[in-house]
């Protein structure tokens, strides 16, 4: 079975870091790629960044530029999503997830985490 666990999550002033970590195991079969994705309180699912799994490129949503880092550690098996300088508006759970293809939109990932909650308040 496959399973994604995302870890890391937790409670950090504003211009803060957090390092989210999304661990995978078993096999993810025709995975692609693999995003990050966030859902604030009242609020629809938005992707906040990706790497493609042949090539490496990476996306990120405008918000994030220059302030996340997405990265991979093949060894490890683990994808991850360092956060710096944190701001109130990027309150809220982020899942990773793994899919068929290369995008930004929720809806086209098969395989997702259980979601680890980033909290950033003074």
């Known amino acids: 079975q496959v399973q994604l666990v995302e870890s890391g999550g937790g409670l950090v002033q504003p211009g803060g870091s957090l390092r989210l970590s999304c661990a995978a195991s078993g096999f993810i079969r025709g995975a692609i790629a693999i995003g990050w994705f966030r859902q604030a309180a009242g609020t629809e699912r938005e992707g906040v960044s990706y790497?493609?799994?042949?090539?490496?490129?990476?996306w990120y949503e405008d918000s994030v530029k220059g302030r996340f880092t997405i990265s991979r550690d093949n060894a490890k098996n683990t994808i991850y999503l360092e956060m710096n300088d944190l701001q109130p508006g990027d309150t809220a759970v982020y899942y990773c997830a793994a899919g068929p293809v290369v995008t930004s939109i929720p809806r086209f990932y098969a395989y997702w985490g259980q979601g680890t909650q980033v909290t950033v308040s003074s």
């Open positions: 790497i493609s799994l042949s090539d490496g490129h990476t």
